[in-house]
């Protein structure tokens, strides 16, 4: 077993937003298991839709991701592989040690 240090990683809570691009067999998985009512107004939308550096991403908390755009053995993805995320959403402390990271601000609802 390898030992890690842990004041070397950072934890990621997966209520915080993530930023992804959808590829094509996302958008067609999404219309056929959500509907594009669903897509409409809770991807597409101002809210979730951002531009960086010229290239249409969405933001969604991560568990969502996982929820909507699943990933596994044997499946292709449904999202581009790289995501991006705010540095703030990474947490230096665990949950149970540090409170404050449960504010409502924390996390998008």
């Not at 067609?28 to 959500?34: E, P, Y």
């Not at 951002?50 to 292709?76: A, M, N």
Request: aromatic share 12%; net charge negative.
């Amino acid at each position: 077993m390898i030992t890690l240090n842990s004041k070397e990683l950072r934890k990621f809570n997966i209520n915080r937003d993530i930023y992804i691009q959808i590829n094509e067999k996302g958008w067609t998985h999404l219309r056929k298991t959500v509907g594009e009512e669903y897509i409409k107004h809770c991807i597409t939308t101002e809210a979730y839709r951002r531009e960086i550096d010229g290239e249409v991403w969405y933001k969604l908390q991560c568990h969502t991701v996982f929820e909507l755009l699943p990933t596994g053995v044997g499946l292709s993805t449904l999202f581009n592989t790289n995501i991006m995320f705010d540095d703030e959403s990474l947490i230096k402390k665990s949950i149970e040690t540090s409170p404050e990271v449960l504010d409502e601000e924390s996390f998008s609802w």
